[in-house]
C-alpha cells in the first residue's frame, strides 16, 4: 500500500510540521515502510496466541511503596526567596 502525499501533507499540518517537497517525499517512504509492516504484522496467524497483558510469564514485578532516604524540605526551602512553614512563598497573580 502506498499513501498519498495529500496525506503526508495533512498529517505534517495537523502534527504543525512544516516540510518541503523534498521531506514530504522522505516521510512518505517511511510512513509506507511502517504502513507495510503493519500489514506484514496483521498476516501472522496468532489464532493459537492468548491474549496477554505483558509478556513476562509471572506478571510486573511490584516494589514495596516504601520511602527511602532523607527529608530534603528543609534544604529545598533554604533556597526559596520566601517560605511560611513547609510552603514556598509567591507573589499573588490574580487579584
Known amino acids: ?12 499540518m495537523i502534527a504543525r510540521i512544516d516540510v518541503n517537497e523534498e521531506e514530504a517525499m522522505a516521510l512518505r517512504v517511511k510512513f509506507d515502510s511502517i504502513i507495510d509492516l503493519v500489514e506484514e504484522m496483521n498476516r501472522l496467524d496468532l489464532s493459537d ?14 516494589r514495596d511503596d516504601v520511602l527511602e532516604g532523607r527529608d530534603y524540605t528543609s534544604d529545598l526551602l533554604s533556597n526559596a526567596p520566601a517560605s511560611k512553614g513547609l510552603f514556598f512563598v509567591c507573589p499573588r497573580i490574580v487579584e
Open 1 to 12: 500500500m502506498s499513501i498519498k502525499m495529500d496525506t503526508v501533507k495533512h498529517a505534517a
Open 49 to 62: 496466541v492468548p491474549p496477554t497483558v505483558t509478556g513476562v510469564p509471572e506478571g510486573a514485578r511490584m
